[in-house]
């Protein structure tokens, strides 16, 4: 049915002349929008307090910020964000206990991080809270157990995370837009949290939470002479730790309890090219795919603005952004779909992402990038860069509600040297961004030929979908910290070697002589290809014979034929030869059982054992000496082969083909898999339908013309 | 009885009413503190409205009536929002709709034509009802099915309970959405989207005097629909517990242990909720200070009352710490609810709660969205918006008794349920 109209009301209407629906109403004239006032003043031991008067509702606010450059935690990483945690759990007055229930009882709300306090309550509790808050802020003892509580929650953290799609994104998102040698690509890990000792946190506290580099930030109903003496007596008589400026021999500062601290000096880039990386979540509904790379953009920056608007059009806040209207509105493929632009004073970054169904995996990842180039090649339309400026402009009016936006756009304006009148021409400036100032930010902050482009979901049903996307035509696999996956292998018993678990194997199958009896075999098999059904023939001899067909109904789809010479492949487009590295893979697997000639292909590893299906099993890999390796799984219980895989080239890249063997029946003596469930390049469930051992001898299916 | 504070009588929140004669009721609040106003709609619906066959309608018409009507094209709606400088959203629960933009003072009229468009005529066509379907279905995916937990409240409520509508979830289930004809949207539609189902709220830079006329130009030409018809399923009292084991993907073990309570308005609801306070609101909570603090025995602990129009429910979530069983942690849970059965809580605990409200009150209020969301809520369900500022008041005057009184009367260990969450690889 076409256009469903719920209409049924309308006709029955008395006739309203007065209103014209078809068109939306004129807007009435704009109002002005006032950017609030503040007061600021220094205090003797160079704080800096920033007043915002709001007398509308009696809440106040206070905020300690300081200003601190990152460095590099290395193998003690977490311990910074410890010391913000613990911050708050012990002063020289009160314990933790006694702090929280004082918070509390004042109705009010304290929260603590790595750069500093904030608090807020009722105006009548305000002075209350206020020395609560310094005494935080100026005597905090970091107890040796709230200490040890924090880094078993931030442990216990750590663990939930592995299975939290959307943080395990975040955090390896981080590591791949600013990698592990800048602060913001560092990662806390169990051996990392492991590391750090409470001293760590009191000496980062006592170098960086100075007053010179503090920020007093108070909001709410608060007069300029309220303001000045609740500072002043809280912390007009703070005074610094003196510093001790003592350099190691790499110029680095030596601060005590800590050592040496590491300041980055280089600053983010993108990457070369463009590289895809995945961690692994077998059976996830979902894949949270993100699009990440470092930005060269400070607050300062005089594109700043046009770099903003360029990311609203795109997916930033706006329904009406590009990447939700493509991948939700005309795809249906995920909820929500999102970019964001993030200005920093030392390094900035982009990010895009959704959380998409599996089988969309690839396809949304194609349309997040081709969004991308989209804005690059061809910059905004009209319509949309008008959407996209009133948007903003009514945001920055609808923010001015809260007063702590006055608050904080006085503190920005500190913290990241911006013009005086930043926020107060702000709209003026929004609405001379033209169409030509967002096409030069599009090209200058978007990157999506150097992105790296990470998905959190099934690598069995994804990974190879989306090669074609990395320029170094590979999946690149990662942990849930960033780091290269290593497959958890359990141990192998002692006395098992490559050996015993292929004897195992020919015995399990009917006997070492019965396996060695069998010189050829033609197998056929039933499938479907693209909804088709398709039969399969295989065609396997010793030594190094082989040949396969492929038909649908009668027409023949594809042939290899492998003489033990020469092999060659036809198509519906022609015959290809088969050489070199392939043509001695398709040699050196023709046997109708090459692991009786594995020892001889190269060298036997079996590095552990791992769940196959749910089945425990050894798991081997054969490294040929032409360089290509490949692995097997064999069951510890049974014996039997259960898996192959192995990373096959492709004209789009480097994949993972694995095939899982099944209904295992026997045929002359011998156990043949009767089902094979192959993934990658494509995907095929193949039944075997009749196993022919040792039959007339069928030199001409191998014959290469 | 008890003083009321300053605060609470400074705290209330003026505004003017009117009704229109198809049965529309308005809300006018007056704030002129930024040149901002909010315009929304509450329909009295939401999933227990639902036929049990289809389960997710409400919450998939939240999605719907985004599509846009007869003089609004497909997508057009948030265009129009969002050019002019405005936001918008909605959110569906199990007893109402709310859909609602915050716009410009000047781009009042703009939110009313667009709210009469949305209750007059909605379009949707097939290709909508198409793409919302998958949305939806990723929706649920992303927030219930990828997450770890996620499925909590779906589990809860399927024990909880039995007869009410409120057994399945406001997102529903996909089965029921494939099945549905456009006949069932069309029906849903014409019986609940009605003005006689609904409040709309007008809150910020306008003037009131001015908004009778303006909402008549808009909204007076709508028909009144027919009387709606409220589920009348009485859930009988669980009388006894309901324990299980659910297996997700997750590493912590978790407990999860749901009571049955009052309906939202009702003065036990207040206790109730006032207990929810007392176990998890602030550091110095008692869940938060004995099972996190003391004990360790927890990396996470919340205890939620959902303010259900019919009798709803207690959430008490824990998450163990690293090798803490959940039977573990569950006794110490069980041990904190068991103390506000057995011991009145001592004044200066339930002034800190007081306190903690009293605050809350004030910064819920203190912007024009979470203005008109107040007044919307106390109409619909309360009695009238005069009661958005009763509701410190009816906190207020709750009394240790009250709290020991609810505390035996509904969070008995004989009639709830309690699943364990359990790491998947510990599936027997």
Known sequence: MAGLLLAAFTHCLPMNAQVDRSKPPRPAPAPAVNVGQHTTFLLDNGMRVILVEDHQQPLVSVQVRFDIEPVLQGDRTGYIDLMGEVLATGTA?????????????????????????????????????????????????????????ARKRMLSGLQSRKDDPDGIADVVGRVLT???????????????????????????????????????????????????????????????VPLSATLDANGHEVIDGLGPVVRPTKTPKPSRVRRVAMVDRPGAPQSVVRVVFPVDLKPNDPMALAGQVMNTVLGGGVFNARLMQNLREDKGYTYGAYSSLDADRYCGHFSAGASVRTEVTDSAANEMVFELEHMRLNGVKPDELALAKSFMAGSFARSLEDPRTVARFALNTYLYDLPKDHYATYLKRLDTVSAASVMAAAERFLHPDHAAILVVGDMERVGNKLVPLSFERGVLQLDENGDPYREELGPVPAGVTPQTVLEAYFKAIGGREAVEGVRSVKRSMSSTMMGMPVTVTEWNAEPDRYALE?????????????????????????AEEIIEMELEEMEMNAPPFPELHYAKMGRLVLPGTVQINGEQAYKLMVMTDMGSTFSEYYSVASGLKLRREEMKATPEGTMKVSSDWKDYRAVKGVLFPHLIVQKGPVDMSLSVTEVLVNGASDAKYFAVD | MLAIPLAAQKGAIAFTEFDLDNGLHVIVHEDHGTPIVAVSVMYHVGSKDERPDRRGFAHFFEHLLFEGSANIGRGEFSKHVEKAGGVLNANTNGDRTYYYEVLPSNQLELGLWLESERMLHARVDQ????????????????????????????????????????????????????????????????????????VLVIAGDVKAQDMRKLVEKYFAAIPRGKEIVRPAAVEPPLQREVRDVVHDQIQLPAVVQAYRIPAYGTADFYAVDMLNRLLSNGNSSRLNVELKDRAQKALYVGAFSFPFEHPGLAIAFAIANMGVPAEELEKAMDAEIAKVREELVPQPELEKLKAQLET??????????????????????LGGAQMASRELERYLSVTPEDLQRVAKEYFSPDARVVLHYLPKNQKP
């Open chain 1, 93 to 149: 007055a009160m314990d933790k206990e006694t702090l929280d229930r004082t918070v509390d009882q004042l109705g009010g709300d304290l929260s603590t991080s790595s750069d500093g306090v904030y608090a807020s309550c009722l105006k009548k509790n305000f002075n209350a809270l206020f020395d609560v808050v310094q005494a935080v802020v100026t005597t905090p003892t970091f107890p040796e157990a709230e200490f040890e509580k």
């Open chain 1, 178 to 240: 600013f990698s592990k040698g800048y602060p913001y690509g560092e990662i806390p890990t169990e051996n990392s949290v492991g590391k750090v000792e409470r001293k760590h946190l009191e000496a980062y506290y006592k170098r960086f939470f100075r007053p010179e580099k503090a920020y007093l930030v108070l909001v709410g109903d608060l007069t300029e002479q309220e303001a000045r003496l609740a500072a002043e007596k809280r912390f007009g008589l703070w005074r610094p």
């Open chain 1, 550 to 574: 492929v038909r649908s109904g009668t027409m023949l789809l594809q042939q290899v034929r492998c003489d033990g010479t020469r092999a060659k492949r036809y198509g519906p487009e022609g």
């Open chain 2, 127 to 198: 290709k909508g009802i198409d793409t919302q379907r998958e949305v939806v279905k990723e929706e649920r995916r992303q927030r219930y099915e990828n997450q770890p937990y996620g499925s909590i409240l779906i589990e809860v409520l399927k024990r909880a309970y039995t007869v009410h509508p409120y057994q399945w979830p406001t997102i529903g289930f996909m089965e029921d959405l494939n099945a549905a004809s456009e006949q069932d949207y069309i029906d849903f539609y014409k019986t609940y989207y009605v003005p006689n189902n609904a």
């Open chain 2, 360 to 381: 809350e009150f004030v910064r819920d209020n203190s912007r024009v969205a979470g203005v008109a969301s107040n007044l919307a809520t106390a109409h619909t369900f």
